[in-house]
């Protein structure tokens, strides 16, 4: 039996039953509730009414109720949707696709990655990290300083490191832990993504894949697998391992193991860190600007485009936040039970 | 099928926990491994399921040499302590899965579950899931899992540790039950020594990684190998006092017996249990001493005696009314007294 963690983390997650409470704590409480979803929900409602605003209507504000206030018009939806058409609808695609593609990849990768670094000890010696570090670098000088054929480099390559792993890394017995391994993957987020920017721009350019989805996803996937990897190693570590022990004298392979009987056990948490992800890659803008241009231009792009030559184009770009934040919330809702519970593991047992 | 060891040790970094297990276990055998927490037993288990690798010597199921095969491909089942129920399968897809992961049509999965389920008077709970069942009937569900695909041997370790003692003593003997009907080889893992006592057809008694005696429980009781079998098995414990032997008669503080033997140790310990001594007057025991403490049990009374500096346990009437300090005579019967070298701590024959 595991024992119970301090309750800290389960009484901020899950609050007292209000139903329980006392009459003066009981109002006071829905006060203040009331009072925060009013500034949370603010932002949402003006850009709502916005979106339904003529350009006069928000110079000349601000106007507070639609049929009170002014006149609620179409004009906005009707140039987002028909005048401009397609070149909304393609970016709406873009994002669909890259945000599911890439998430799905990150979650996959991620939780694979993670469920390794819970079951598996793994030695990596620093040797071999030198001889990989050392092995890149020369393909690099090979093939752009002495005109080597990539191909030819990179095999000689993996061969000379496949050969030193047996030799050379073997005499040293420094290596690093899963714990290293981890700090190693979470660092790669703690830098910042702007100083990677330009080596990636530059490394898509010289494989001609700029503009393209398969940019957008490989680049979204690698950015995020750090924090899949981070959030899903604690669902896997509060899998009992007599669980897959059992598993495997049943007969089962490693791979049936992790399909089979860690993944859906640690499926809630699965969930929350695919929403938690889907709505990173949802909104990214950074990447997406510097690797995107017409044809893969996600959404975040063409909101930011509404602030163009002409000044910001509040109503246009009401419309598009509307449309953009309208599915998450539509899905955050369907699976806020998955969320709250999937927070929760390893905090609340079974 | 047989099932041996032959030399196995393994070693946690620096740490040998076990050393050089050598151990037969004949085919339906039930084969229980008794050792305190740290003995190495679970260790040794683990090690024959395959789960835990082997750092030297062999171990081989059925005459084939299973050192370094995975677990899944030595065809054994094990029953773990926590009975290793998977939380979101119901009871029947957890008694199936062995058989679904061999990739067994799925009308021979059902008949198999079924007739599993009956023999373990599941069949009622065959749609729960395992958080909605007690305790003994999660124990029944892990049972089943093992027995369903007919393996070679069972490991089991202390499959009736969770349970509560009304309960264990129910298991017990269906677990002993299921065992002789089935008739597979199995290996038990427990501290406790009455599980052993009763379930076992060989007890393999375990001391930090060492095999102290490997015999019945009669021969393990009655002739226990060394002081600390002596020690472990028995409740309350065998009584042992520190002597000397000459030509067979013991020496002590307390006072001088003959022994049934003829050896001569300048170094002897003597043990006896406390059901083989019996209260006397002062001048009528081997031993002499003052009452220490008294336990009325139930049916009997265990009376503590001080003789010469150390205590002895006596088995007595639940009449027996003498109060402490009294002094106090204790009869031993020779024929029970067991005799051993205080160097080496085996036994003297």
Known sequence: MRVERPSLLRRLIEPPNLETLAPIPKVATYAALIAWSLVVLMPLYWVVITSFKLPVEVDTGPYYLPFIDFRPSLDAWHYIFVDLGNDTLRPYANSVVVALASTTLAVLIGSLAAYALVRIRFKVKFASIVAFIALVIGVIVAVVELQVPWQLAVVIAIALFILSLGTIARRFRAGLGNNDIEFWIISNRIMPPVVAVLPIYIMFQQLHLLDTHIALISTYTAVNLPIVVWLTRDFFAGVPIDLEESAEMDGASKFRVFFTIALPLVRSGLVATFMLVLILAWNEYLLALFLSNANAQTMPLLVSAQNGTRGPQWWYMSVLIVIMVAPVVVVAMFLQKHIARGLLVGAVKG | MRISLSDVRKSFGSVEVVKGLNLDVEDGEFLVLLGASGSGKTTALRMIAGLETVSDGRIAIGGRDVTDVLPKYRDVAMVFQSYALYPHKTVFDNIAYPLAVRKRPKAEIEAAVKDVARQVQLDALLDRYPRQLSGGQRQRVALARAIIRRP??????????????????????????????????????????????????????????????????????????????????????????????????????????????????????????????????????????????????????????????????????????????????????????????????????
Do not use: W
């Open chain 2, 152 to 349: 070679a041997a069972f490991l089991m370790d202390e499959p009736l540790s969770n349970l509560d003692a009304k309960l264990r003593g129910h298991m017990r003997a269906e677990l002993k039950h299921m065992q002789h009907k089935l008739g597979i080889t199995t290996i038990y893992v427990t501290h406790d020594q009455i599980e052993a006592m009763t379930l076992a057809h060989r007890v393999a008694v375990l001391e930090r990684g060492v095999l102290q005696q490997l015999d019945t429980p009669a021969n393990i009781y009655n002739r226990p190998a060394n002081l600390f079998v002596a020690g472990f098995i028995g409740s309350p414990p065998m009584n042992f006092l520190d002597g000397e032997l000459v030509d067979g008669r013991f020496s002590a503080v307390a006072g001088s017996f003959g022994t049934t033997s003829r050896a001569t140790r300048t170094q002897a310990v003597a043990g006896i249990r406390p059901e083989d001594c019996r209260v006397a007057a002062p001048s009528d025991g081997q031993i002499a001493g003052d009452v220490y403490a008294t336990e009325l049990i139930g049916d009997h009374t265990l009376v503590t005696c001080r003789c010469g500096g150390e205590m002895v346990t006596v088995k007595a009437d639940k009449e027996f009314d003498r109060s402490v300090g009294e002094a106090i005579g204790v009869a031993l019967a020779p024929r029970a007294i067991h005799l051993f070298d205080r160097q080496s701590g085996d036994r003297i024959v």
